[in-house]
Nanobody
Framework: VQLQASGGGLVQAGGSLRLSCAASGSIFSINNMAWYRQAPGKQRELVAAITSGGGTNYADSVKGRFTISRDNAKNSVYLQMNSLKPEDTAVYYC???????????????WGQGTLVTVSS
């Protein structure tokens, strides 16, 4: 299973970006999907998560600005980021709990990371 993330880039404060992440390979189903981020010198933190049924939760720092969504038919997860701030600058990683077969348990996979830089 591979996760391919895309959509990062350089944006001015107040701007928007949309991150995408597609899972491919041996996939029976995907449970939770999520976006994490890691800023220089800081630990990786959860930004937003979404269940297979569409339930979501967000870090307090992004509530009201970021929206996570998914397309189960495409095995994909998205992160719409609005009103970006310089403190949102980080490498963003997607994560997915994948079941490869009907009787297998979920295994967590990570994408390669995509850099988001917000200038002031």
């Amino acid at each position: 299973v591979q996760l391919q993330a895309s959509g990062g880039g350089l944006v001015q404060a107040g701007g928007s970006l949309r991150l995408s992440c597609a899972a491919s390979g041996s996939i029976f189903s995907i449970n939770n999907m999520a976006w994490y981020r890691q800023a220089p010198g800081k630990q990786r933190e959860l930004v937003a998560a979404i269940t297979s049924g569409g339930g979501t939760n967000y870090a307090d720092s992004v509530k009201g600005r970021f929206t996570i969504s998914r397309d189960n038919a495409k095995n994909s997860v998205y992160l719409q980021m609005n009103s970006l701030k310089p403190e949102d600058t980080a490498v963003y990683y997607c994560n997915a709990d994948v079941r490869s077969r009907i009787h297998s348990g979920p295994v967590g996979y990570w994408g390669q990371g995509t850099l988001v830089t917000v200038s002031s």
